[in-house]
């Protein structure tokens, strides 16, 4: 199991959840913040620092929200598992789901 970061991060990115993280697996692409899910260890210091709680444990994920689990694995089927995400920085592409979708309104 892991932890999946969805819609609300889209075009927010506020990467609280980067800094809480004690293992790096958050990765940021171009428009939202991946958890890899063989890097992450479960331990959730990420979602109650995430202002607009788009983290979820997977399966609490919403209903309406079940393609991000699909984002966030296969975000990582070309870049592999690098150990951190940090020290990637910006990678530039995201999931195609993510990529087809409109601009999100932001705070």
Not at 59 to 75: G, H, K, S
Request: charged content about 25%.
């Amino acid at each position: 199991m892991t932890y999946v970061i969805a819609l609300p991060c889209v075009d927010l990115k506020d990467r609280a959840c980067i800094d809480e993280c004690p293992v790096d697996c958050i990765y940021e692409g171009e428009r939202m913040l991946y958890i890899h899910p063989d890097e992450c260890v479960d331990c959730g210091a990420c979602e109650p620092v995430c202002p607009v709680e788009a983290i979820y444990y997977e399966d609490d994920l919403p209903a309406e929200w079940q393609d991000y689990y699909t984002a966030n694995v296969e975000f990582f089927e070309e870049i592999g598992a690098p150990g951190s995400g940090t020290a990637l920085g910006v990678i530039a592409h995201d999931h195609p789901i993510i990529a087809a979708l409109p601009p999100q309104e932001t705070v």
